[in-house]
């Protein structure tokens, strides 16, 4: 985990470890500091840094805390044979090294395979530790490589026993994370910035797995950004398929054109929200004038 730190009047930075950097190597006490954002993703939260370090004034570094934290990370050496793919380190920290290695491509018997995020959750979920040496992990390479297959059929909206969405479960790690409580709207809007260049990259790259991984993270930062305003994704989705449900026009140069404004409805509902002990509950509706 990285954690965005601020000391009023002095600076803003990141860190791994906030006693030992802030407190034991700075020497400032746990109340003499903020922690404005947490993250384990390294890049968006090396961006944020510079984003904040700007936005209050502070001089922003020259080395972005990502490529100074690439820089004394060695590149992982994975081992593929014919049946596996063996990761240098044991289980347990398995994780943060395929995240400091986001992008390490390495050649198998099965494939060409690319560390991303959506790689490394798969990776997480398969990874077992080698019988010959607890320092060690494995991945079986025919397994990674058919888990992105992209022209299997890919799967419904997940939907747990409980009737809890995908969108449910969003909330809830994004609650459980701080999100809601320390983030605001304006800094998932930033991060929303952030995984769409990363989905025009992926789109001109032709480089699927990518595609995937970026449109995933927008709509967790889109649920995200909702539930800061106070509203749920679903309604905002609902919403807007009720407005283009019955549209009618023409596909022009690849884009849907509609007929004309005045054929759409001049009102619709908009989810009304109230706050409720910390949580939001959802009650009602209101309408507002769409301007078209």
């Given amino acids: 985990m990285h954690y965005l730190y601020h000391i009023p009047g002095k600076k803003i930075g990141v860190t791994r470890n906030l006693n030992k ?19 384990d993703d390294i890049d968006y939260i090396s961006n944020m840094e510079r984003e904040l370090q700007k936005s209050y ?31 240098p380190v044991p289980l347990n920290k398995l994780k943060g090294r395929l995240k400091d290695n986001i992008g390490l491509t390495w050649e198998t018997p099965h494939g060409t395979f690319t560390i991303t995020h959506l790689v490394i959750d798969w990776i997480m979920s398969n990874a077992r530790t080698s019988m010959f040496n607890s320092e060690r992990c494995y991945v079986y390479n025919k397994a990674l490589s058919s888990a ?27 609650n459980d994370k701080g999100i809601y409580t320390k983030g605001d709207s304006k ?33 967790v930062v889109l649920t995200n950004l909702a539930a800061l305003e106070n509203l749920r994704i679903e309604d905002c989705v609902n919403s807007a398929y009720d407005v283009i449900k019955n549209r009618k026009g023409k596909m022009l140069n690849g884009t849907f054109v509609k007929e004309s404004p005045s054929s759409m ?12 002990s910390g949580d939001t509950t959802f009650v009602g509706s209101v309408n507002y004038t769409q301007t078209l």
């Fill in 265 to 276: 409805p001049k009102n619709k509902p908009y989810p009304k929200t109230t706050q409720v």
């Fill in 187 to 219: 800094t998932q809007y930033l991060k929303l910035q952030e995984e769409s260049g990363e989905l025009a990259e992926a789109l001109l790259k032709n480089d699927r797995p990518e595609i995937i991984d970026a449109i995933g993270d927008m709509v």
């Fill in 57 to 87: 004034g502070y001089k922003v570094d020259i080395t972005p805390y990502n490529k100074l934290i690439k820089s004394k990370s060695k590149s992982m050496n994975i081992n593929a044979t014919e049946q596996t793919s063996t990761f």
């Fill in 21 to 39: 950097r802030v407190t034991e190597q700075q020497g400032y006490a746990s109340d003499e500091y903020e922690v404005l954002l947490t993250s």
């Fill in 148 to 174: 992105f297959n992209m022209t299997e059929t890919m799967p419904p909206l997940k939907v747990m026993s409980d009737d809890r969405t995908v969108y449910d479960l969003i909330r809830t790690w994004a």
